[in-house]
C-alpha cells in the first residue's frame, strides 16, 4: 500500500449515497417499480449498467475531489444494501409484505416493514453482483475501493 492508500484515514463515508434522479428514474424505466415482490434482487439489464456506471463514475470523482482517500460507489447498482448479496444466493425469497419486526419510513413519512425473508430450497452460494460492483469501482479510482456487505446476522434478523 501507498501512503495515499494506507488506513486510518481522517474521513471515510459510510452506506450509501443519494441516488441521483436519473439513475432512479432509469431503474424505474429498465426494470419497473420495486413491489414488496418484484424488482428486490440484482439485474442483468445492459441499459441500466450503462447508467449506473456513469453516476458511479461521476460519485467516485466527487469523493477524489473531496479528498477522500476510500471510495464508494454509493451502492448506486443495489436498491437495497443488504437484499442484493442475499437474493443473489439460491434458496431465499422475501418480499416487503412478510413478518419482519423492523420498519422504516419512506420520503413522504409512511411506515412501512422492511423485507422479511425465508429459505424456499437448499441454499446455494452465486457469484456475486457485489464481487462485480467491487471489481469495476477498483477499475475506477485510484483511492481504496470499499463496500458494504452485509453481516450473517442480518440473515437471522429479518427471518
Not at 70 to 90: C, H, K, Q
Amino acid at each position: 500500500m501507498t501512503a495515499r492508500t494506507q488506513p486510518p484515514f481522517r474521513a471515510d463515508q459510510v452506506g450509501s449515497l443519494l441516488r441521483p434522479d436519473r439513475l432512479k428514474q432509469a431503474r424505474e424505466k429498465f426494470l419497473g417499480a420495486q413491489t414488496p415482490e418484484q424488482n428486490l434482487a440484482p439485474h442483468d439489464n445492459a441499459g441500466l449498467h450503462a447508467v449506473e456506471d456513469e453516476c458511479i463514475r461521476e460519485v467516485v470523482a466527487m469523493q477524489e475531489n473531496i479528498g477522500l482517500r476510500a471510495v464508494t460507489d454509493g451502492e448506486f447498482r443495489r436498491r437495497s444494501w443488504w437484499l442484493e448479496l442475499i437474493m443473489n444466493w439460491d434458496g431465499f425469497a422475501a418480499n416487503r409484505e412478510g413478518s419482519s419486526a423492523f420498519t422504516w419510513r419512506d420520503a413522504s413519512g409512511r411506515e412501512q416493514p422492511f423485507s422479511a425473508l425465508w429459505i424456499d430450497d437448499k441454499i446455494k452460494w452465486q457469484p456475486s453482483p457485489i464481487a462485480r460492483a467491487v471489481k469495476f469501482l477498483s477499475e475506477n479510482t485510484n483511492a481504496v475501493p470499499k463496500v458494504t456487505i452485509p453481516a450473517p446476522q442480518v440473515v437471522h434478523c429479518f427471518m
